[in-house]
């Protein structure tokens, strides 16, 4: 690295894609620098975000970019709203995938819908509606137990339809996987 | 001429990608001077794909009766055509000027997709998931939207066991005014294109006949506008029109 | 909200908390202030942070807080998920007619192409590069943010001619609106 502010600009990067706390030590194996230097330039961003939005919050160890205490509130309204305000129509469809279909990958979520749902299945994530099998190698979606509960069921194939539905959109996929990469 | 391209690709691009490959490989401006020189090129590769029976085949015909339609007006100034006629060969105009602009667009486009992306935070701050359902929730509404899924699936795009109707290729065409022309020494075009109920053939026969007329096999004479045009032979002996 | 700057802020609070594109609408409806406020704002902000290793992503609907493309080979490393970054020309060619020509309706992208593209737009779809505006009566496409990042602009109109291209089609359409509007 040859400029400090490069090497800054990285570290900026680095902390923003992790979004978790990020140890010195990883950010010097990343950008191959020193430790110390590493935890150098963290204390020098950090004055850099001074007044703003976002904030670098450091100890000894690790750095991690957060939100200002300033607009805290508003954060956790934020939140709040989000647990609460109605679910869209592609939130619901996806749901309703998921129920009849889980455990299900997202690309075979993304396929059977024809869009992306990436945002729809955070929004589901968070409300604790669905859940992720991280153990797989390609993470699994499934629906949660409160959620079945909440449904007043006992079993998924208590759903009306339920093997035939299963059966219909398994055929969907095996017959059109193949020109799925178009 | 050559069609040196791969039948495959261009099929799946299309048919104004492979006409304004042909504009652009000759250098010319859009405009029907260069539409109907490049007609035959398109043409030919019209066949290709007849012969390897794709099915998208049904999209490139379509821009060639247009093709044909602006050919035939090249080489008989006095075609009229009816205001549906000209509107479409001023939409093939247009539609290959867009797709130039875009095309040449495209190129930036490529250049800087996926080379340095931006990233997006990767982890979201784990919060306490309190399960928080709404009462839009329900087994009935479930199964609405699982049905609503089950309705939007595309259909299976399966090749068409039988073509909408079977068209003439032009080679067969060229091939069947020889013979006509050959057996009564005179027809009139009125009578060739009685055998053909479809426009699309009888464009494909009108324009078999003006070719003939430029190759200098057979004399073309129409009287006057919407009058039938009559053909002849020029020499005794024609040569077969092969490929 | 009392200052600008409290407001700019909050924005910035936002986008680090949410991690994805956040709408005007959703911004403007958190803070109680205009949408063309909060579109505004963004702008603002984005200008702040040219330089650095985090940057703002916009469009006319939405923005996200991103890392700069400036440092996208370090990044890219971080990433397990391998980027699919391969367009087939046929997704080339209608991703760039949506692109310079968006929001566009699918008749007009079968138009241009003389082919169906019913099935490469799905996989665009699919792919998050571009989405359908169902609120329209014909549903029309336009590319997404996820596009925007892809390229490593911030905007669109930082693309090479952006605004003469788009007008030179606009301007042709309009010359043969006759014609067009089928």
Known sequence: MEHNTDTKKYIESILLFKGQPVSYKEISSILEIDKDEAKKFVAELAQEYVGKGITITFNDIEAELVTTTETAEVISKLQKQELE??????????????????????????????????????????????????????????VTLDTIKFLGLNKLDELPNFKEIKHELAQFIKENSNNANQ | MSTDFSVSTKVFE????????????????????????????????????????????????????TLILIKSKSLLPQLDLNPEETTEI????????????????????????????QFSRL???????????????????????????????????????????????????????INRV?????????????????????????????????????????HSTFEDILVETKEPSIPSYGA
């Open chain 1, 85 to 142: 305000t109605e679910l869209s129509n592609a939130s619901l469809e996806t749901l309703s995938i998921i129920l009849y279909m889980g455990p299900i990958a997202r690309s075979m979520i993304d396929f059977i819908r024809g869009v992306n749902s990436q945002f729809t299945l955070r929004s589901l994530l968070v409300r604790g509606l669905v859940e992720r099998d991280q153990n797989s190698k390609t993470p699994m979606y499934n």
């Open chain 2, 14 to 65: 299309g048919p104004l990608s492979l006409l304004l490959d042909l504009i652009e490989k000759r250098k010319l401006l859009i405009n029907e001077i260069s539409l109907s020189q490049v007609t035959n090129d398109f043409l030919e590769f019209v066949s290709i794909l007849e012969q390897k029976d794709l099915y998208k085949i049904t999209d490139f015909l379509s821009i060639a009766s």
């Open chain 2, 90 to 117: 001023e939409d093939l105009e247009l539609r290959l000027k867009l797709l130039q602009i875009i095309r040449r667009a495209s190129k930036d486009v490529k250049d800087l997709f996926g080379k340095k992306p």
């Open chain 2, 123 to 177: 982890h979201i701050k784990k919060q306490i998931i309190t399960f928080s359902p709404t009462q839009q929730i329900d087994v009935l509404k479930m199964k609405w939207f699982i049905d609503q899924v089950l309705h939007h699936l595309p259909k299976t795009e399966k090749k068409p066991e039988k073509r909408v109707t079977k068209t003439i290729s032009l080679e067969e065409m060229m091939n069947k005014v």
């Open chain 2, 182 to 222: 050959r057996q009564n020494m005179t027809i009139s075009f009125k009578t060739l294109s009685k055998e053909h109920k479809e426009k699309k053939n009888v464009i494909i026969s009108f324009l078999a006949i003006l070719e003939l007329v430029k190759l200098g096999n057979v004399d073309a004479n129409q």
